[in-house]
């Protein structure tokens, strides 16, 4: 059993404990809790893993949880655990796409994506999203799927945003 601290507002609050079982580890929460709802997360060098709601229970919360190797291994190493409001969003980590068309296997998609500049790319579940450099003054990009499209900032610029399923499927 390891044990790493518990964060509540970047202050120590209370003990988070990992238990490897076979291809699965057991996360473990406990701290006194505020009002409210709250959710406790695992971070570790690579990445985060919300881990899920606190339980109340008088002025303590609690969480036991188990994930599998796929579902930990972006963490990377274990850092600490943290507790956020539960209604916190998950930030949104983009990657660049250097040749976006080799993200899909459709003909169309990756003829219509060659030599695209400045794409961004993440997952999301089955959900493929892809982010394309957006100017008023040029080409709207993908004009076939404009009506899928939403046009938002990303980090400092303005992209338009699709989202693809499994099947690489445009949806709203």
Known sequence: M???????????????TTQREGLY???????PLPEGLWCAWAVGDRGELRLGVLEPSERQGTIRRRFSRQLT????????????????????????AAEPERLFRSPWLRQRLR??????TRREGETRYLALPYDPGRAFPLTTLFC?????????????????????????
């Open 2 to 16: 390891d044990k790493y601290p518990l964060l509540l507002e970047g202050k120590p609050a209370g003990e988070l």
């Open 25 to 31: 580890t057991w996360f473990s929460a406990r701290c």
């Open 73 to 96: 291994a972006p963490l990377g190493r274990l850092l600490r655990g943290e507790v956020r409001p539960a209604g916190a969003r998950e930030p949104e980590v983009w990657e660049p």
């Open 115 to 120: 030599g695209a500049q400045g794409a961004l």
């Open 148 to 172: 899928f499209a939403q046009v938002r900032r990303v980090g400092e610029g303005l992209y338009v945003v699709y989202a693809f399923d499994g099947q690489e499927r445009p949806h709203f």
